[in-house]
Each structure stands twice: as C-alpha cells, then as structure tokens.
C-alpha cells in the first residue's frame, strides 16, 4: 500500500522560497509518475506540477511555471518553490500514478493518479 507523506510547508514571506518533499515510508518512487496539486480554500484541487515515470519530463501549471521546479530521485519527489506570492497559498498534495509503460507520459488530471499524501499546508504572507 502506497502512502506519500509530504513534508516542508510552512509560513513564509511574499517573495521567498520553500521547498516541499514526498515518499512513501523509504520505498522507491522511481516506478511510478508523479505529480503536485494545490487547493486553497473555497477553490478547486489545481494541477501544479507533474513528472514522468522516465525520461524526466516535466510539465507546470501557467501559473507556477518559472518559478516552481519538480524533480524526484528513487526515493522523494520534490518542489522547489521560489518567488512566492500570496496566491500560492494552499494546502499541497503530492500525488502518485502507477504506470503500465515506462514512459515520459506526464499526467495533469487528479483523476489519472492513484495515490495521495495527506496534503502540507503552504501559506504565503503578503
């Protein structure tokens, strides 16, 4: 049974940076592709970031793109978040798909993944 834990949010001020990161109790992360959501109150769950299985793709929400940067090693995924602003402020969730093909698929829809950590709450003050 997978279970992602995050960790690293906090309270930080507009403009600087946190970094996030997952696993799943020391097991490897590596067979599956992986992503990052955000929600924040009274929205709806949003794409941030996603990651292939292989291949080391990655994609960005608009949003973040330039100023967020995924990356994972067999065991973690991460987000780097830099430049924050108080629209970043959100609980994010990372997020985990099982894939049939070891490929450089990308996935932005919740509904693609498989597994989510219990989410770690980011707040950005202005």
């Known amino acids: 049974q997978v279970q992602l834990v995050e960790s690293g949010g906090g309270l930080v001020q507009a403009g600087g940076s946190l970094s996030l990161s997952c696993a799943d109790s020391?097991?490897?992360?590596?067979?599956?592709?992986m992503g990052w959501f955000r929600q924040a109150p009274g929205k709806e769950r949003e794409f941030v970031a996603g990651m292939s299985r292989a291949a080391g793709r990655t994609f960005y929400a608009d949003s973040v793109k330039g100023r967020f940067t995924i990356s994972r090693d067999n065991a973690k995924v991460y987000l780097q978040m830099n430049s924050l602003n108080p629209e970043d402020t959100a609980v994010y969730y990372c997020?985990?798909?099982?894939?049939?093909?070891?490929?450089?698929?990308?996935?932005?829809?919740?509904?693609?993944?498989?597994?989510w950590g219990q989410g770690t709450q980011v707040t950005v003050s202005s």
């Open positions: 020391g097991r490897t992360l590596s067979t599956y592709a």
């Open positions: 997020t985990a798909k099982t894939t049939v093909y070891i490929d450089g698929t990308v996935y932005r829809n919740a509904n693609d993944y498989h597994y």
